[in-house]
C-alpha cells in the first residue's frame, strides 16, 4: 500500500515524500528529472524513471505496485518562461495531468491530490486572498493550473474520485539539509547564488505602494507545505470530504527587502542589494489566508522568516560544499 508521487525528485515533492515516510506511509515516485535531482529521492523508495505523459508506463507503475491514492506535483512550473513555451507548458500540465486521471481510473485508483498555484488568481486587486478570490490566471502557466483543478473537478463528477487542491504561494526553506531549490527564478536561489559568486543580490523595484516600497509576498515553509500535503492524503483515504481547493497562504505578508535584510543576518554577509527597474506585471502585494488549510489540513506557520532563510542557506551551502 503506497501513494504515488508524481515529481517526486523535485524540490517540493521531496520534501512531500519524506513526509510521508516520517507519518509511515510508503511512496513511489516517477520523475522524468527534467528540474528533479535523483539524489533527491532516498534509496529506499521506490523511484521510476518516466514522464505522466507516457501512459502505458503509469499503468506499468499501477500494475506493479499497491497504489491506493496519487500526490501529483510534477509539471512544468516556470510562469514567465510559459509565456514563452505555451504548447509545452499545457501538454506538460494539462495533457499530463488527464493522462494520470486517466491511468488511475484504468488502476481503480479514486483518491489524488493536486499540486496547484496562487498563479490561478493572477494580480488579485485584494489585500488577501481567499479561495473565492475571483480566478485570472496571466500566464499559460496559471491557466494549465486551473485546468487541471477542472480535470479533478470534471472526474469526481463523473467517476466519483476523491480530490483537493492545494494553491502555493511562495514556497522556500528546507526541511533536509541535502534538500534544496534548485529553480533558476526563485528568490532564494537567485539572492543564494549571486553571494556565492560574489555578486550583489538584486531588487526589481522600490518604488510600489508598500511599507518599504518593494514587493510582498505570501512566503512559506517547504517543511509545513509538505505535512499538510500528507494531512489531506490521509483525511481523502478516511473518506472526509474535503474543499475542491485550499490555499497554503501566511495571512501575513514579507518585502523582498525584510527577505534581503534576513538574508544579510543570517549568512553574515553584509551587503547593500541593487535597485533594478520594476519587472513588468509585477503586482505590489500577493498575500492569501491559510483559514481553510488550518482548519481541515494541519495548515501552520510553523516557521519563522529567519528559520525560513537559514534552513534553505545551510542547504545551499551544503550542496555547494559536496559540489566543490
Known sequence: MAWLVTGGAGYIGSHVVRAFGAAGIDTVVIDD?????ESFVAPQTAFVRGTILDGALLADVFAQHSITGVMHIAGFKYAGVSVQRPLHTYEQNVTGTAT????????????????????????????????????????PYGESKL?????????????????????????????????????PH???????????????????????PTPDG???????????????????????????????????????????????????????????????????????????????????LEWEMRHSLADMVSSAWRAREAAATSAG
Open 186 to 208: 526563485n528568490l532564494f536561489p537567485l539572492v543564494f547564488d549571486a553571494l556565492l559568486a560574489g555578486r550583489t543580490p538584486r531588487i526589481n523595484g522600490d518604488d510600489y
Open 33 to 37: 528529472l527534467s528540474s528533479g535531482h
Open 100 to 139: 494520470l486521471l486517466g491511468a488511475m481510473e484504468q488502476a481503480g485508483v479514486d483518491t489524488i491530490v493536486f499540486s496547484s498555484s496562487a498563479a490561478v488568481y493572477g494580480t488579485p486587486d485584494v489585500q488577501l486572498v481567499t479561495e473565492d478570490t475571483p480566478k485570472n490566471p496571466q500566464s
Open 147 to 183: 485546468i487541471g483543478e477542472w480535470l479533478l473537478r470534471d472526474q469526481g463528477v463523473a467517476k466519483g474520485i476523491k480530490h483537493t487542491s492545494l494553491r502555493y504561494f511562495n514556497v522556500v526553506g528546507s526541511g533536509d539539509d541535502d534538500l534544496y531549490d534548485t529553480s
Open 214 to 296: 518593494t514587493c510582498v509576498r505570501d512566503y512559506v515553509h517547504v517543511a509545513d507545505l509538505a505535512h499538510s500535503h500528507v494531512a489531506a492524503a490521509r483525511r481523502l483515504e478516511a473518506g472526509d470530504r474535503l474543499e475542491p481547493a485550499y490555499n497554503l497562504g501566511s495571512g501575513d505578508g514579507v518585502s523582498v527587502r525584510e527577505i534581503m535584510t534576513t538574508v544579510a543576518e543570517v549568512t553574515g554577509i553584509d551587503f547593500t542589494p541593487e535597485i533594478a527597474p520594476r519587472r513588468p506585471g509585477d503586482p505590489a502585494r500577493i498575500v492569501a489566508s491559510g483559514e481553510l488549510a488550518a482548519r481541515d
